[in-house]
């Protein structure tokens, strides 16, 4: 590692399979905490490579347990984090609402490192029990539309990590790769990340990976779209900036889609978002994420049919039946 790091601090960049072996070491407690942590801040002060997020990427496919969804058509709908404004959980409430509206989710998701409440922590509050049975997998998503992949039950060599980004406490790369290293490898997918020049790291990624994807990188800095202004989309044959008018809404402010500082608080929020409760703009938030995902299985279904279709999964209980099915079934 410490010529590993002397070339990182000289600001040369990784090859591919460079990255790829750094991180297996990492996995198999090759290094200490201290040149861990080392290796993890130098991407804090600069940007990462297309040859060191794909050798990242891959080293976390060979190491993780695999899914295998058995012909499924599935897709996640994940964010990478890291974008610091702490709204309610936009992407996990789109993932019930696709459910919802009939399409088969295989949703990647964690507790939340830089932010009050992740995937996982809202999902645990709620009664969901983690698994990484695939057979129970593929019960709840057969019955329900959807199942939940918590990441540390998946990626089991990245456990000694975890206490090492919890004390950092800001985005890391590992922020990065948590929509990359989905165990289903699902062949649609809509994610949002935090910054434009990940966007296209993602685009030149996503390009090799014969997936539908949607790269969705709101202007004013939120991972997901927050009607807060102008969204950037990089989809599989185009690339999009749109206005909430796109999707046939009005602009929010901020405040309106803000998920509290605590689980709890995030929890109520998403109770009643999916019960159809939530406020007009929680709802057109979520049902604008939700619309982006429907529209993976097919881009040439209009946006205003996606949006559609997502309201009705709301307003119709089929979204919070989706809800209430997978914690049912377990």
């Known amino acids: 590692m410490k010529d590993i790091l002397n070339q990182l601090f000289e ?14 070491n990492i996995s198999q407690d090759r290094y200490n905490e201290a040149q861990i ?14 040859d060191e997020l794909d050798g990242f990427r891959t080293a976390l496919l060979d190491l993780c347990r695999k899914v295998d969804m058995e012909g499924r058509e599935t897709i996640d709908l994940c964010g990478t984090g890291g974008d610091g404004k702490n709204t309610f959980n936009i992407s996990t409430l789109s993932s019930f609402v696709v459910a ?17 409440c992740g995937s996982s922590n809202v999902l645990e509050h709620m009664g969901y029990k983690f698994t ?25 060599a990245l456990k000694g990590v975890g206490p090492i980004r919890r004390q950092l406490g800001v985005k890391t790369f590992f922020n990065m790769l948590g929509p990359l290293v989905n165990p289903a490898e699902p062949k649609q997918q809509l994610v949002g990340v935090f910054n434009l020049k990940l966007a296209r790291l993602y685009q030149y990624l996503h390009e090799n990976l014969e997936k539908n994807y949607t790269i969705v990188h709101s202007v004013d800095g939120y991972d997901e779209v927050s009607l807060t202004g102008a969204v950037k989309l990089i989809k599989s044959h185009e690339d999009l900036l749109v206005t909430p008018s796109y999707f046939n809404m009005r602009q929010l402010n901020p405040n309106e889609i803000y998920g509290g500082d605590t689980v709890d608080s995030a929890a109520k929020i998403f109770k009643k978002v999916i019960k159809g409760e939530g406020t007009q703009a929680q709802t057109d938030v979520v049902v604008a994420n939700s619309a982006l995902a429907i529209q993976c299985f097919d881009f040439n279904k209009p ?20 809800l209430s099915t997978l914690i049912s079934t377990q």
């Open 303 to 322: 946006i205003g049919d996606c949006v559609s279709e997502a309201r009705e999964s709301i307003h119709s209980g089929k979204a919070f039946n989706a």
């Open 132 to 156: 990484n049975d695939v057979d129970a997998l593929k019960r709840q998503i057969d019955a329900a539309n959807i199942c939940f992949l918590h990441a540390p039950l998946f990626h089991p």
């Open 37 to 50: 942590a080392a290796f993890i801040s130098v991407y804090l002060m600069r940007s990462i490579s297309v």
């Open 11 to 24: 600001h040369k960049k990784l090859d591919r399979d460079t990255a790829r072996e750094v991180l297996t």
């Open 100 to 116: 919802g509206a009939g399409y088969q989710v295989t949703k990647h998701g964690n507790y939340g490192v830089s932010s009050a």
